[in-house]
């Protein structure tokens, strides 16, 4: 069983960055990603990353601010996160799975869950 282990969560100001990290305990999937739960809303799409291509895609509430990148040495998938805003604040999750996609029910693997929450 794959196991996935987040750290990196925190409370900051608007405007602040943050960097999650994400360690699969093994490479048995060839796509990672970032997704993020709202009180009382449903778990959304942040980023992803595609392993054999390093192709990234990400949401548009995120893009410009947010890059997601694995780093192969180190086994780490990082989400580093700039300019946070106040609704960026959620519970974060890594997750991986074998299909290029944004739906949360497409992954397999899932990481315990950080905590992001952003002052005003």
């Known amino acids: 069983q794959v196991q996935l282990a987040e750290s990196g969560g925190g409370l900051v100001q608007a405007g602040s960055s943050l960097r999650l990290s994400c360690v699969p305990s093994?490479?048995?999937?060839?796509?990672m990603g970032w997704f993020r739960q709202k009180p009382g809303k449903e778990r959304e799409f942040v980023a992803r990353?595609?392993?054999?291509?390093?192709?990234?895609y990400y949401a548009d509430s995120v893009k410009g601010r947010f890059t997601i990148s694995m780093d192969n040495a180190k086994n780490t998938l990082t989400l580093q996160m700039n300019n946070l805003k106040p609704e960026d604040t959620a519970e974060y999750s890594c997750?991986?799975?074998?299909?290029?996609?944004?739906?949360?029910?497409?992954?397999?693997?899932w990481g315990q869950g950080t905590q992001v929450t952003v002052s005003s």
């Open positions: 093994e490479r048995a999937f060839s796509v």
């Open positions: 997750a991986a799975g074998f299909y290029n996609d944004v739906t949360a029910a497409k992954y397999a693997f």
């Open positions: 990353i595609v392993f054999n291509t390093d192709d990234t």
